[in-house]
Protein backbone atom coordinates (compact mmCIF):
# COMPACT_ATOMS: atom_id res chain seq x y z
CA UNK A 1 0.00 0.00 0.00
CA UNK A 2 2.56 2.35 0.61
CA UNK A 3 5.21 1.30 -2.26
CA UNK A 4 1.47 2.11 -4.46
CA UNK A 5 1.24 5.26 -2.77
CA UNK A 6 4.79 6.33 -3.16
CA UNK A 7 4.47 5.82 -6.89
CA UNK A 8 1.09 7.99 -7.19
CA UNK A 9 2.98 10.60 -5.96
CA UNK A 10 5.95 10.02 -8.23
CA UNK A 11 3.38 10.37 -10.94
CA UNK A 12 1.50 13.14 -9.65
CA UNK A 13 5.17 15.21 -9.43
CA UNK A 14 5.90 14.42 -13.12
CA UNK A 15 2.70 15.37 -14.31
CA UNK A 16 2.81 18.84 -11.89
CA UNK A 17 6.36 19.40 -14.05
CA UNK A 18 5.62 18.53 -17.89
CA UNK A 19 2.04 19.67 -17.59
CA UNK A 20 0.87 23.35 -18.69
CA UNK A 21 -0.31 24.09 -15.11
CA UNK A 22 3.41 23.65 -14.44
CA UNK A 23 4.47 25.90 -16.82
CA UNK A 24 5.01 29.49 -16.80
CA UNK A 25 1.80 31.59 -17.19
CA UNK A 26 0.87 33.49 -20.38
CA UNK A 27 1.65 36.89 -20.34
CA UNK A 28 -0.94 39.70 -19.91
CA UNK A 29 -1.28 43.41 -19.94
CA UNK A 30 -4.57 45.70 -19.38
CA UNK A 31 -4.11 49.30 -20.60
CA UNK A 32 -5.53 52.54 -20.71
CA UNK A 33 -5.05 54.69 -24.33
CA UNK A 34 -6.58 57.90 -25.25
CA UNK A 35 -7.93 58.71 -28.65
CA UNK A 36 -4.75 60.67 -29.66
CA UNK A 37 -1.70 60.12 -32.27
CA UNK A 38 0.34 58.73 -29.15
CA UNK A 39 -2.01 55.81 -29.59
CA UNK A 40 -1.23 54.65 -32.76
CA UNK A 41 2.17 52.46 -32.54
CA UNK A 42 -0.06 50.70 -29.97
CA UNK A 43 -3.11 50.03 -31.85
CA UNK A 44 -0.27 49.70 -34.76
CA UNK A 45 0.95 46.31 -32.52
CA UNK A 46 -1.96 45.27 -32.03
CA UNK A 47 -3.31 45.03 -35.54
CA UNK A 48 -0.09 43.68 -36.70
CA UNK A 49 0.45 40.94 -34.14
CA UNK A 50 3.13 42.23 -32.95
CA UNK A 51 2.09 41.75 -29.12
CA UNK A 52 0.97 37.95 -30.13
CA UNK A 53 4.43 37.07 -31.64
CA UNK A 54 5.65 38.18 -28.21
CA UNK A 55 3.00 35.69 -26.26
CA UNK A 56 1.61 38.74 -24.84
CA UNK A 57 -2.31 38.73 -24.28
CA UNK A 58 -3.16 42.38 -24.24
CA UNK A 59 -6.52 44.24 -23.07
CA UNK A 60 -6.81 47.67 -24.64
CA UNK A 61 -9.48 50.04 -23.39
CA UNK A 62 -9.66 53.09 -25.41
CA UNK A 63 -10.97 55.83 -22.94
CA UNK A 64 -12.28 59.56 -24.25
CA UNK A 65 -12.46 60.58 -20.59
CA UNK A 66 -9.58 60.68 -18.30
CA UNK A 67 -10.86 60.90 -14.97
CA UNK A 68 -12.48 57.27 -16.24
CA UNK A 69 -9.02 56.18 -16.86
CA UNK A 70 -7.45 57.32 -13.98
CA UNK A 71 -9.94 55.39 -12.16
CA UNK A 72 -9.52 52.64 -13.69
CA UNK A 73 -5.83 52.81 -13.18
CA UNK A 74 -5.89 53.75 -9.55
CA UNK A 75 -8.57 50.83 -8.73
CA UNK A 76 -5.69 48.19 -10.57
CA UNK A 77 -8.27 47.48 -13.75
CA UNK A 78 -5.57 48.47 -15.40
CA UNK A 79 -1.96 47.71 -15.41
CA UNK A 80 -0.61 50.96 -17.45
CA UNK A 81 -1.75 54.08 -19.69
CA UNK A 82 -1.24 56.87 -22.06
CA UNK A 83 -1.64 59.69 -19.41
CA UNK A 84 -0.18 63.70 -19.41
CA UNK A 85 3.36 64.55 -17.63
CA UNK A 86 1.38 67.20 -15.57
CA UNK A 87 -0.99 64.13 -14.40
CA UNK A 88 1.91 61.85 -13.75
CA UNK A 89 3.33 64.58 -11.66
CA UNK A 90 0.33 65.61 -9.63
CA UNK A 91 -0.59 61.55 -9.37
CA UNK A 92 3.21 60.37 -7.87
CA UNK A 93 3.39 63.99 -5.54
CA UNK A 94 -0.28 62.47 -4.03
CA UNK A 95 1.17 59.22 -3.52
CA UNK A 96 0.08 57.28 -6.35
CA UNK A 97 3.14 54.70 -7.14
CA UNK A 98 3.18 54.66 -11.10
CA UNK A 99 6.14 55.40 -12.95
CA UNK A 100 6.69 56.74 -16.55
CA UNK A 101 8.05 53.28 -18.84
CA UNK A 102 8.56 55.57 -22.44
CA UNK A 103 7.56 59.09 -23.30
CA UNK A 104 4.75 58.75 -25.83
CA UNK A 105 4.82 61.29 -29.49
CA UNK A 106 1.48 63.54 -29.44
CA UNK A 107 0.18 66.34 -31.54
CA UNK A 108 -1.57 69.25 -30.36
CA UNK A 109 -2.60 72.07 -32.82
CA UNK A 110 -4.05 75.49 -32.07
CA UNK A 111 -7.84 75.56 -33.30
CA UNK A 112 -8.63 79.60 -34.14
CA UNK A 113 -11.98 80.95 -34.29
CA UNK A 114 -13.41 81.88 -37.89
CA UNK A 115 -14.21 85.10 -36.41
CA UNK A 116 -10.29 85.71 -34.98
CA UNK A 117 -8.79 88.54 -36.27
CA UNK A 118 -4.96 88.96 -35.72
CA UNK A 119 -4.49 90.92 -32.28
CA UNK A 120 -2.36 91.22 -29.32
CA UNK A 121 -4.25 89.20 -26.92
CA UNK A 122 -6.45 86.26 -27.41
CA UNK A 123 -8.95 84.58 -25.66
CA UNK A 124 -7.82 80.98 -25.43
CA UNK A 125 -10.13 78.13 -23.21
CA UNK A 126 -7.97 75.33 -21.54
CA UNK A 127 -7.79 73.38 -18.39
CA UNK A 128 -6.27 75.22 -15.33
CA UNK A 129 -3.42 72.71 -14.22
CA UNK A 130 -3.00 70.93 -17.50
CA UNK A 131 -1.31 69.61 -20.94
CA UNK A 132 -3.26 72.01 -22.58
CA UNK A 133 -2.60 74.69 -20.39
CA UNK A 134 1.28 74.05 -20.31
CA UNK A 135 1.30 73.88 -23.68
CA UNK A 136 -1.09 76.80 -25.00
CA UNK A 137 2.07 78.74 -22.85
CA UNK A 138 5.13 77.23 -25.00
CA UNK A 139 3.18 77.37 -28.46
CA UNK A 140 1.87 81.20 -28.12
CA UNK A 141 3.05 83.12 -25.24
CA UNK A 142 5.71 84.45 -27.48
CA UNK A 143 3.21 85.80 -29.95
CA UNK A 144 -0.13 86.96 -28.14
CA UNK A 145 -1.00 88.17 -24.64
CA UNK A 146 -3.14 85.29 -23.31
CA UNK A 147 -6.65 85.94 -21.69
CA UNK A 148 -6.62 82.38 -19.97
CA UNK A 149 -10.52 80.89 -19.88
CA UNK A 150 -10.76 77.61 -17.84
CA UNK A 151 -12.63 74.86 -19.41
CA UNK A 152 -12.18 71.57 -18.19
CA UNK A 153 -14.45 69.10 -20.83
CA UNK A 154 -12.82 69.41 -24.60
CA UNK A 155 -16.14 68.87 -26.61
CA UNK A 156 -17.25 72.27 -24.63
CA UNK A 157 -13.86 74.26 -25.48
CA UNK A 158 -14.38 72.97 -29.26
CA UNK A 159 -17.81 74.71 -29.26
CA UNK A 160 -16.90 78.25 -28.16
CA UNK A 161 -14.26 78.18 -30.47
CA UNK A 162 -16.76 77.14 -33.04
CA UNK A 163 -19.53 79.93 -31.84
CA UNK A 164 -16.55 82.81 -31.28
CA UNK A 165 -17.25 82.60 -27.60
CA UNK A 166 -13.46 81.30 -27.54
CA UNK A 167 -10.70 82.73 -30.21
CA UNK A 168 -8.37 79.59 -29.67
CA UNK A 169 -7.58 76.81 -27.91
CA UNK A 170 -5.51 73.70 -28.14
CA UNK A 171 -7.17 70.49 -28.94
CA UNK A 172 -5.12 66.72 -29.58
CA UNK A 173 -5.15 65.42 -32.61
CA UNK A 174 -7.04 63.52 -34.64
CA UNK A 175 -9.88 65.65 -32.73
CA UNK A 176 -8.51 68.66 -33.97
CA UNK A 177 -8.51 67.43 -37.29
CA UNK A 178 -12.44 66.34 -36.96
CA UNK A 179 -12.96 69.96 -36.02
CA UNK A 180 -10.56 71.16 -39.42
CA UNK A 181 -13.48 69.26 -41.12
CA UNK A 182 -16.15 71.68 -39.70
CA UNK A 183 -14.31 74.78 -40.70
CA UNK A 184 -12.06 75.76 -38.37
CA UNK A 185 -9.22 76.62 -38.58
CA UNK A 186 -5.63 74.44 -37.52
CA UNK A 187 -2.61 76.14 -36.63
CA UNK A 188 0.38 73.48 -36.19
CA UNK A 189 3.66 74.91 -34.10
CA UNK A 190 6.92 73.48 -33.90
CA UNK A 191 7.95 72.00 -30.69
CA UNK A 192 10.36 73.76 -28.99
CA UNK A 193 11.77 70.60 -27.12
CA UNK A 194 12.79 67.03 -27.56
CA UNK A 195 9.79 66.14 -26.26
CA UNK A 196 5.61 66.21 -25.22
CA UNK A 197 4.55 66.43 -22.12
CA UNK A 198 2.93 62.72 -22.50
CA UNK A 199 3.90 59.13 -21.13
CA UNK A 200 2.93 55.70 -20.83
CA UNK A 201 2.67 55.30 -17.16
CA UNK A 202 2.54 51.37 -15.26
CA UNK A 203 1.42 51.14 -11.34
CA UNK A 204 3.80 49.60 -9.10
CA UNK A 205 1.99 46.68 -8.55
CA UNK A 206 2.51 45.72 -12.48
CA UNK A 207 6.20 46.87 -12.33
CA UNK A 208 6.91 44.10 -9.85
CA UNK A 209 4.43 41.60 -10.87
CA UNK A 210 4.44 42.07 -14.64
CA UNK A 211 7.74 42.79 -15.73
CA UNK A 212 8.18 40.08 -18.95
CA UNK A 213 4.58 41.29 -19.85
CA UNK A 214 6.12 44.89 -20.13
CA UNK A 215 9.07 43.96 -21.39
CA UNK A 216 7.07 42.43 -24.36
CA UNK A 217 4.88 45.48 -24.91
CA UNK A 218 7.88 47.39 -25.17
CA UNK A 219 9.21 45.45 -27.70
CA UNK A 220 6.27 45.29 -29.68
CA UNK A 221 6.12 49.09 -29.45
CA UNK A 222 8.78 49.93 -30.72
CA UNK A 223 8.13 47.37 -33.72
CA UNK A 224 5.17 49.32 -34.59
CA UNK A 225 7.25 52.53 -34.36
CA UNK A 226 9.81 51.40 -36.83
CA UNK A 227 7.03 50.55 -39.64
CA UNK A 228 5.57 53.85 -38.77
CA UNK A 229 8.98 55.69 -39.44
CA UNK A 230 9.44 53.77 -42.79
CA UNK A 231 5.75 54.77 -43.25
CA UNK A 232 3.70 57.44 -41.66
CA UNK A 233 0.41 56.93 -43.48
CA UNK A 234 0.02 53.68 -41.23
CA UNK A 235 -0.38 56.05 -38.18
CA UNK A 236 -3.08 57.80 -39.90
CA UNK A 237 -4.84 54.94 -41.10
CA UNK A 238 -4.37 53.54 -37.91
CA UNK A 239 -6.24 56.00 -36.17
CA UNK A 240 -8.89 56.46 -38.67
CA UNK A 241 -9.55 52.59 -38.26
CA UNK A 242 -9.61 52.06 -34.74
CA UNK A 243 -11.29 55.18 -33.57
CA UNK A 244 -13.83 55.42 -35.92
CA UNK A 245 -12.82 58.54 -37.32
CA UNK A 246 -14.23 59.78 -41.33
CA UNK A 247 -11.94 58.99 -43.51
CA UNK A 248 -11.69 62.23 -44.97
CA UNK A 249 -9.48 63.75 -41.87
CA UNK A 250 -6.94 60.91 -42.82
CA UNK A 251 -4.60 63.18 -44.72
CA UNK A 252 -4.96 66.35 -42.75
CA UNK A 253 -3.89 64.73 -39.51
CA UNK A 254 -0.95 66.44 -38.01
CA UNK A 255 1.43 63.63 -37.15
CA UNK A 256 4.24 63.98 -34.80
CA UNK A 257 7.90 62.38 -34.97
CA UNK A 258 7.31 59.03 -33.56
CA UNK A 259 10.24 57.44 -31.38
CA UNK A 260 11.19 54.40 -29.82
CA UNK A 261 10.73 54.02 -26.11
CA UNK A 262 12.65 56.68 -24.29
CA UNK A 263 12.07 57.95 -20.81
CA UNK A 264 11.90 62.38 -20.79
CA UNK A 265 14.72 63.98 -19.76
CA UNK A 266 15.56 65.23 -15.86
CA UNK A 267 15.64 69.03 -17.74
CA UNK A 268 12.63 67.95 -19.47
CA UNK A 269 10.60 66.50 -16.32
CA UNK A 270 12.22 69.20 -14.27
CA UNK A 271 10.57 71.87 -16.49
CA UNK A 272 6.78 70.28 -16.30
CA UNK A 273 7.66 70.26 -12.03
CA UNK A 274 8.50 74.04 -12.51
CA UNK A 275 5.60 74.97 -14.26
CA UNK A 276 3.10 72.67 -12.16
CA UNK A 277 4.52 74.46 -8.74
CA UNK A 278 3.86 78.36 -10.62
CA UNK A 279 0.79 77.45 -11.87
CA UNK A 280 -0.87 75.79 -8.97
CA UNK A 281 0.99 77.66 -6.54
CA UNK A 282 2.22 74.39 -4.63
CA UNK A 283 5.67 72.70 -4.02
CA UNK A 284 6.72 69.36 -5.71
CA UNK A 285 10.14 67.51 -4.08
CA UNK A 286 10.20 64.27 -6.33
CA UNK A 287 13.37 62.46 -7.33
CA UNK A 288 14.06 62.13 -11.07
CA UNK A 289 15.20 58.49 -10.95
CA UNK A 290 11.83 57.74 -8.65
CA UNK A 291 9.33 58.85 -11.81
CA UNK A 292 11.17 56.20 -14.08
CA UNK A 293 11.94 52.80 -15.34
CA UNK A 294 14.70 52.82 -17.89
CA UNK A 295 14.67 48.48 -17.91
CA UNK A 296 12.24 48.22 -20.98
CA UNK A 297 14.45 51.13 -23.50
CA UNK A 298 16.79 48.50 -24.59
CA UNK A 299 13.78 45.89 -26.03
Known sequence: MKAKFVFLLLISLIFILVSPAGAEQPLELKIGIMPAVDSAPILLAAEKGYFTAEGLKIKIDIYNNAVNRQTALQSD?????????????????????????????????????????????????????????????????????????????????????K????????????????????????RVYANKYDYMPEAMIFTKTALEKKDKAIAA?????????????????????????????????EPLIALPEYHLARVPSQAYLTKIINWIEKTDNSKIELNYEDLIERKYLEQ
Request: hydrophobic share 45%; charged share 25%.
Open 77 to 161: ELDGAMTDLIAFVNNVNNGFPVKITTSTDGSFPILVSKEFQEKDQVKVGMMEVSVSNFLSEQFLADKYKLNKVFISAIPARLEMV
Open 163 to 186: SGQLEMAVIPEPLASTAQLAGLEK
Open 217 to 249: FHRAYNHAVKDIQQDDSLASKILVEKLGLPAKI
